[in-house]
């Protein structure tokens, strides 16, 4: 299963409080460092594990959130940007203290809709007393649980199971509703510089096995061979999806009376806001001179000459305008150059590695702010000139108006 697929599971809580611990027992093999020291934890610490009876999950172990000094202020704020990123977040609590450091953890969780649930760690030095219980009581925890080292970790791990929210772990199919049995799909795949070396990318394969899963038939292609292996078979597709950089080839390839998407567009159905991109991607005509444009990519990858974020697709805006603008490019979570407001538009990645719940929280301040948002895929659809086309397999066109369906 891939990475984006597993719910993301967060220990946050002060330094020393057995966070490490807790991870270590429930891997059941050392991932983090323990020690008495305090601040042993530095940067954010993920396992992927199998809980049984529930499947994969990613743990991720942070740094204490009262860390101190430069470097702790520093911990603290990957500390933050990790709540952000997870679909339940486990709070530990001891010695009995109930402050403004829990309470801003607490705070975070419910400004994001995280679920969480409460550990008094270390009850084998102190029992929870009338005060923190009630402090516990008055919150929105999903549940809590006194707890240490010694203890068997089995009601825990139900307690997260039954915490972690149905959409962190129930995926639909990518083409399932759009696709039926002994349907013939078409994959166009280029194979260029930026293509990983003796490997397929993320969409790809998860394309095929989504079209096998659903008992179809899946044929693979190079852009170059489409018409001669149209010609040459006679076989119609029910469906076609290409990458997004050779749309134009797939469009004239592809006889108009076949679907045709990208295998962005499916992700932006799949896992982002798709209405707010259908909305917010007519926004490009609007571009004025000198407005900025912010393009999030979601992984990290060496950047070629001819990078799709750094070179193709602000070259295609700007070809499409006509005019001149200033375009920002941000991988991973990491801070923007500028405020969002400072932004006309922002497009994301198809974001096939991150899970849908990062991808949220990676576009919320924009959208809390009201600049438009749209996606890689829909974006170079638009600027070709075959924008009703790429998104027609998942929407319905009417009277030159987008729905989606």
């Known amino acids: 299963m891939a990475r984006d697929k597993h719910p993301h599971i967060g220990i946050f809580g002060r330094r020393n409080y057995g966070k490490s611990t807790l991870i270590n027992l429930l891997a059941n093999q050392e991932i983090a460092i323990v020690s008495d020291q305090a601040g042993t934890t530095t940067d954010p610490v993920k396992k992927t594990m199998e809980i049984t009876g529930f499947g ?3 743990i991720i172990d942070t740094a204490g959130y009262d860390d101190v000094g430069e470097l702790g202020k520093k911990r603290v704020q990957k500390t933050q940007k990790s709540i952000k990123l997870v679909d339940l977040g486990i709070l530990l609590v001891s010695n009995n203290r109930f402050d403004d450091a829990e309470a801003q953890i607490i705070k975070t969780f419910e400004e994001n809709d995280i679920p969480y649930v409460i550990i008094y760690s270390k009850s084998d030095v102190s029992s929870p007393n009338a005060d ?3 402090a516990i009581g008055n919150t929105n925890h999903a549940n809590f649980i006194v707890f ?3 203890d068997d970790t089995e009601e825990l791990i139900k307690a997260i199971t039954k915490a972690i929210p149905e959409t962190a772990f129930t995926h639909p199919s990518l083409l399932g509703d759009i696709i039926s049995y002994g349907d013939i799909v078409l994959l166009i795949t280029p194979i260029d ?3 990983p070396e003796g490997r397929m990318i993320l969409p790809q394969v998860q394309a095929i096995r989504d079209i096998i899963d659903n008992d179809a038939v899946c044929i693979v ?3 170059r061979e489409v018409d001669a292996f149209l010609k040459r078979t006679g076989i119609k597709p029910n469906l076609a999806v290409t990458d997004s950089q050779v749309f134009l080839k797939a469009d004239a390839s592809i006889p108009k009376e076949i679907p045709l998407t990208s295998f962005s567009i499916m992700l932006a159905r799949y896992k982002g806001d798709f209405t707010r991109y259908l909305q917010g991607t007519p926004k ?3 571009l004025k001179d000198g407005d900025r444009v912010l393009l999030l990519e979601s992984c ?3 950047v070629s000459c001819n990078d799709i974020a750094r070179s193709k697709i602000p070259r295609w805006i700007s070809n499409y305008t006509g005019k001149y603008h200033e375009f920002d490019v941000v991988a991973g979570f990491d801070n923007l150059p500028h405020p969002i407001e400072d932004y006309s538009i922002v497009i994301q990645c198809g974001g096939c590695m991150i899970s849908r719940k990062q991808l949220a929280m990676r576009l919320k301040p924009a959208i809390d702010a009201g600049v438009p948002i749209t996606n890689y895929g ?3 659809a638009f600027v070709l000139g075959i924008y009703e086309r790429a998104v027609a397999p998942f929407v319905e066109i009417d009277e030159g108006s987008l729905n989606y369906l």
């Open 193 to 195: 510089i930026e293509a």
């Open 132 to 134: 923190i219980m009630k």
């Open 378 to 380: 829909m974006t170079i």
């Open 284 to 286: 490009i005509d609007d």
């Open 300 to 302: 990290t990858h060496h």
């Open 221 to 223: 292609l190079k852009e």
């Open 148 to 150: 240490n080292k010694e």
């Open 56 to 58: 994969p999950v990613t």
